[in-house]
């Protein structure tokens, strides 16, 4: 499932990607209480070098750490039938298999005769 991040102190700062984990965690304050961990995996829309990757991670430990966000579900809807999906293939998939793919992003090859 596609997943936004928006930092609640940030003017809709919003991330993309994947929840790759969740655990449970004891909380270091109360040895009783626990607390949902969520691993998400950020979609920035191309590769990472190393270089970048370490870039990215010191802005995301500026930008997020010990703040309060939201994280809400990306639903893609069918543009034909309205009906939601977690990803863009999932829909894709969906147009293929039950409306025939009436956008017409796949052009038909010519038959030989």
């Keep these: ?45 191309r590769p990472l070098n190393y270089d970048r990757g370490e870039t990215l991670v010191q802005q995301f430990r500026k930008g997020l750490l010990g703040k309060k966000v939201e994280l809400s579900a990306v639903v893609v809807a069918c543009p034909v039938c309205g009906k939601g999906f977690n990803s863009e293939g999932g829909m894709k998939q969906h147009m293929r298999m039950i409306h025939g793919d009436r956008k017409g992003s796949r052009k038909k090859k010519p038959t030989k005769k």
């Design 1 to 45: 499932m596609d997943l936004e991040v928006a930092c609640l102190s940030e003017e809709n700062q919003k991330l993309k990607g994947v929840i790759g984990e969740v655990s449970l965690e004891r909380d270091e304050d109360k040895f009783n209480t626990f607390n949902v961990a969520i691993k998400m995996i950020v979609d920035n829309g």
